[in-house]
């Protein structure tokens, strides 16, 4: 890790900007420039005022008496006031009238296909709720999810939120082992799963897993199982059942109860770099909140849109803009169980050009498969249907961005660079679209509620075009409430880095314009001959050459220059590995940024090292420049044989 206490310095050039069509601005919710200035500053001027205003968007059943209580690093939003978060993604639009509206349109990756409407949601919500109070669960207990993404993942959180109990949803991805970790640190008492889920034509064997998961995790008493693939599996008696017969033999009838603003609604496990999982723990109304408030703002959602994130339920972002923020909105959304390059590189354009959707959120890592798999794959569907693109996850390379806008937005698309972590709960940057201007790799300006400054490490703010650490300013409703279980660790990581502000351990640095450019972790800052250089930003100047589709790039201990600048590059499809086109690369980035970036090693690899959620594991890569043995945890890696082969890669 290279020191943090310098800033860093900036070398990405990108001065494009891509304004909203008049027409897209005129019937924004956020309209306009100066709509979005007066709505941020209100919320600056007058935080608790701003969002009292805003949480009128919510139904309660009994009102605040105090919108905030801060003892830094605790907070507690609209204490006195009582809700149910399930209530509100579900009961109160077919009260208003709109049960007959569907609420998932789900498509299985074999191509099986069903909708639910807010009323059949409403229906298998209140039974499954039944189904887990008949099991003994309780408010406040922990019920662990690990499911494909079908209807009924979305059913067993919301019946978890409608009797009080907390979800801890684990990714379907992941191992027994890390399955058996997030029980015992949650102290789970029941798990959810189904005998299997589709992924590239085969079935995830998720039940088996929970078998060998259950063998380590004392506090599980049950086992429900969904029918998903019909496979055979192992029901162990009187653990096990089959969530159609203890449904059939459920009442629909389950009134949501009230529960505290503060109420937790769940705990979510994120790896961090290094260190055993983090479990994020979200409260009620706050969460609620700001899921509900950003999805409208900053996807723009009209009743009449079609709206798709990919993102899996096993992330925060399929808590938010899956589940809590578009149902609390009433949105019409598409679920999709499977991989995109199943059965061929264009299920994501079938998808939208099938269902007209109008809104589509993905990831950088999605966008850069796209990217290699070729334009032919977009091209060959009618994507007119799409008004909003967005994107999370990563830092977006400017080329990245461009090829989106183009490809896939047909030009008219604004694209949402939405900044943000499990920890925030909810969006913090990213452009209102009708007001604020695009740039290809900014995430552009803060939500309103959000205030964000980039600091130096004594908390001072530094200047235009300084890269410097993100931190927020003033507690926001959506921000985690604690590190289950670990409320020093809570303390520690967000509270203790930077005097009086959040500490995200992200850098940036804010431009002449004021907009925001994300330029990766600090942990990734390469540090160069005494230049602190983003990672993301010489990424950025590879993948910019036209036969390169992704690059990492890490620093390598080096006598002279304290770090050398390694460089792991995949080619797009068709491209070979030369000699040759290793110098042309060194060159393309002498060129775009200076002799100062000039890579040290280029190493052409098939595949680089990701977690499952598609971030490059930076620090694996490290080790491999370095020529040494990786220690730290490996479990969230997505293919193992990746690391093999790039050992077998020397430069
Ligand atoms: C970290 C949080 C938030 C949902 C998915 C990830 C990086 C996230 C962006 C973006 C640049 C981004 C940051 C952040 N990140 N979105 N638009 N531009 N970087 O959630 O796993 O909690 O990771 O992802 O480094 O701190 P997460």
């Known amino acids: 890790m290279t020191s943090p ?33 007066e709505l941020w500053q209100r919320s600056k001027d007058d935080p608790t005022g701003f969002w009292a205003e805003q949480a009128e968007t919510l139904t309660w059943f009994e009102k605040w008496h105090t919108v905030l209580e801060w003892n830094e690093p605790h907070a507690k939003w609209f204490v006195g006031g ?91 991805g992941f191992s ?32 088996q897993n929970v078998d060998l998961a259950l063998s380590k995790s004392p506090t599980v008493q049950t086992c429900i199982v969904y029918n998903r693939c019909n496979t055979s599996v192992e029901m162990v008696a009187g653990r096990d059942f089959w969530w159609h017969e203890l449904a059939a033999a459920a009442s629909t009838d389950c009134p949501a109860e009230p529960f505290d603003s503060e109420h937790p609604l769940f705990v979510l496990y994120t790896s961090g770099s290094t260190g055993k999982p983090k479990g994020i723990l979200h409260t009620t109304a706050g969460y609620l909140l700001g899921a509900s408030r950003t999805h409208h703002w900053v996807f723009d959602l009209k009743p009449t849109d079609t709206y798709w994130c990919t993102a899996d339920i096993g992330w925060i972002t399929g808590h938010s803009y899956v589940v809590y923020g578009p149902l609390a909105n009433g949105a019409t959304q598409v679920i ?53 693109l967005g994107t999370v996850g990563e830092p977006i390379n400017p080329e990245a961005w461009i090829w989106y806008h183009t490809l896939i937005g047909g030009g008219r698309c604004p694209i949402v660079d939405t900044w943000w972590q499990t920890e925030t709960g909810a969006i913090m940057i990213a452009p209102t679209p009708g007001a604020i201007a695009t740039k290809p790799g900014s995430a552009t300006m803060p939500v309103p509620g959000i205030h964000a400054e980039i600091v130096d490490r004594q908390g001072n703010p530094v200047g235009a075009n ?59 800052v390469l540090n160069v001959s005494g230049h602190r250089l983003s990672t993301m930003e010489v990424e950025s100047a590879l993948v910019q050459h036209p ?23 995949t080619l797009v499809s068709g491209e070979q590995p030369t000699e040759e086109l290793k110098k042309e690369l060194r060159e393309h980035v002498v060129k775009e940024i200076g002799a100062l970036a000039r890579p040290d090693d280029i190493r052409f690899a098939e595949l680089l090292p990701k977690t499952r959620s598609g971030k490059i594991m930076r620090r694996l890569l490290r080790d491999i420049a370095a020529g040494r043995e990786s220690k730290g945890d490996t479990t969230t890696l997505e ?11 020397d430069e």
Not at 5 to 34: D, Y
Not at 483 to 500: K, N
Not at 639 to 648: H, P, T, Y
């Open 176 to 207: 027994a082992e890390a399955v058996a970790d997030r029980n015992n640190d949650a102290k789970s008492k029941l798990i959810i799963t189904a005998d299997g889920g589709w992924r590239r034509g085969k079935v995830i064997p998720l039940k």
């Open 336 to 388: 999709y169980e499977g991989a995109p390059n199943q059965p061929r590189e264009d299920r994501f354009w079938e998808i939208i050009a099938k269902y007209r959707v109008s809104i589509f959120y993905t990831a950088p890592t999605a966008i850069r498969a796209f990217i290699k798999w070729g334009d032919q794959w977009p091209k060959a569907h009618d994507l007119s249907s799409l008004r909003v």
């Open 547 to 569: 036969k390169v589709a992704e690059a990492a790039v890490v620093g390598r201990p080096d006598d002279l220059k304290g770090e050398a600048i390694a460089c792991f590059v």
């Open 82 to 172: 009582k809700l149910n978060a399930c209530y509100n993604c579900v009961d109160r639009h077919v009260l208003a009238g709109r049960g007959n509206q569907a609420a998932l349109l789900f498509e299985g990756e074999p191509g099986d296909t069903r909708v639910l409407t807010y009323n059949d949601l409403l229906r298998e919500v209140s039974q499954f709720a039944n189904v887990l109070k008949n099991q003994g669960i309780q408010a406040g207990d922990v019920v662990t999810i690990y499911m494909p993404m079908i209807p009924e993942a979305v059913v067993a959180m919301l019946a978890c939120a409608r009797i009080g109990a907390m979800h801890s949803v684990v990714f379907g």
């Open 5 to 37: 206490s310098a800033n860093i310095t900036s070398v990405l050039k990108e001065t494009r900007s891509f304004p909203p069509s008049a027409e897209f601005v005129a019937n924004a919710h956020i309209s306009g420039m100066e709509a979005y200035r």
């Open 639 to 649: 293919d193992f044989s990746v690391m093999a082969k790039l050992r077998e890669s």
């Open 466 to 524: 300084e890269g410097g650490l993100l931190v927020i300013k003033h507690p926001w409703p959506s921000m985690l409430r604690t590190i289950f279980g670990d409320d020093a660790r809570y303390r520690e990581q967000y509270w203790s880095q930077i005097p009086g502000a959040y500490f995200t351990a992200d850098g940036a640095r804010r431009d002449d314009d004021g907009y925001i450019w994300i330029m990766g972790r600090v942990d990734d």
